[in-house]
């Protein structure tokens, strides 16, 4: 069984960036999407970013034109790259990866101050 090992999460200012990452736990394992959710204090989980295998992506409006998806060539790992952190984008951060079965992983707390 294989499972989505997350890290990158923290505390940042307003206008600051961080970088998630994502990779399952076993090697040789390849997925046909990725993406990213995550779910702001109180509410309930959303969409943010995905990648399918062919390299298309999509967002979420809220974070268009400031975070960016990417996976490595495997298709084993997924990163988010978001820029310009606000506090709205504070929330839980989790992993989803689709390969026949769904996986997620355990969740990275971001937290950006104003």
């Known amino acids: 069984q294989v499972q989505l090992v997350e890290s990158g999460g923290g505390l940042v200012q307003a206008g600051g960036s961080l970088r998630l990452s994502c990779a399952a736990s076993?090697?040789?394992?390849?997925?046909?999407?990725m993406a990213w959710y995550r779910q702001p204090p109180g509410k309930q989980r959303e969409f943010v970013a995905g990648i399918v295998a062919g390299g298309q992506t999509k967002y979420s409006d809220s974070v268009k034109g400031r975070f960016s998806i990417s996976t490595n060539v495997a298709r084993s790992a997924v990163t988010l790259q978001m820029n310009n952190l606000q506090p709205e984008d504070t929330a839980v951060y989790y992993c989803n990866a689709r390969s026949g079965y769904e996986y997620w992983g355990q969740g990275t707390q971001v937290t950006v101050s104003s």
């Open positions: 076993r090697r040789g394992f390849s997925f046909s999407a």
